[in-house]
């Protein structure tokens, strides 16, 4: 079973912390997002262009299925990945830590120039749907929530550590 699942929107800081905590656990990390990449053979960005908003969502939860199945370390899962029930379903008895942040440093740690394909419109006010969308869902599939806002990494990697510890 993996030593911790990270959520959260982007910008939150999974890929950032995933890999930090790895490295403090001594296990591997894994992202969901790069196995989808590598399943599709090209970027999120261009699945979402050439493929639609659909077929994301199928590799993402066929990525989703075989890592929880088969991966022991820390695992960073896209944003937008805990919309589908079955992937909800699969998170239960894991340890899920949802990374919070808020609006203002969600924008700057993902950049407006960015190839995040839901933020293309707007990308300060798509964001802040996605946010507010996504948030119960969040908050009700983890077991430890940590705010990110304004803080070191490695402070962040030992706070989850512990948290997963006690």
């Known amino acids: 079973m993996t030593k911790a699942v990270l959520i959260g929107p982007p910008g939150s800081g999974k890929t950032t912390l995933g890999l930090l905590l790895a490295d403090l656990l001594g296990v591997s990390f894994r992202d969901t997002d790069t196995d989808v990449e590598a399943v599709a053979g090209k970027p999120v960005a261009d699945i979402f262009i050439e493929d639609g908003e659909a077929r994301f969502r199928e590799l993402e939860l066929q990525a989703v299925r075989q890592a929880l199945a088969e991966h022991d370390g820390v695992l960073s899962l896209g944003g937008g990945a805990v919309l589908n029930e079955e992937a909800q379903a699969l998170l239960a008895g894991h340890p899920v830590v949802y990374l919070q942040v808020g609006l203002a440093d969600a ?24 946010m507010e969308e996504r948030r119960p869902i969040y908050e009700r599939l983890a077991v430890l929530t940590v705010v990110t806002d304004k803080r070191e990494p490695a402070e962040l990697a030992e706070e989850i550590m512990k948290g997963l510890q006690s």
């Open 107 to 130: 924008v700057q740690r993902v950049g407006l120039a960015s190839a995040r394909p839901l933020l293309v419109l707007s990308p300060r006010s798509q964001l802040k749907k996605l």
